[in-house]
């Protein structure tokens, strides 16, 4: 057997398995019970500043003046 027809029953196959399976598991990961705390917390970055910085959340830190943007 000719190594492309090799490869290429490998990727028709088996890899496309694989990548279904990776493809479930990140969908999984995302929807995960405790995801929406976390995404709700990276959302909410862009309104941390030292003007009026965004209520702190379990261990988060304040913003120091070199993070923040005048």
């Given amino acids: 057997m000719e ?13 496309l398995l694989l ?6 598991g990140i969908v999984i990961w995302v929807f995960r019970p405790g995801a929406s705390k976390e995404y709700k917390d ?14 702190l959340q379990g261990d988060d830190k304040p913003a120091t003046p070199k993070e923040a943007r005048p």
């Fill in 3 to 15: 190594e492309y027809t090799l490869l290429r029953q490998f990727a028709d196959s088996w890899m």
């Fill in 19 to 24: 990548l279904f399976a990776f493809f479930i």
């Fill in 42 to 55: 990276t959302a909410n970055i862009p309104f941390r500043h030292a003007d009026a910085p965004a209520p």
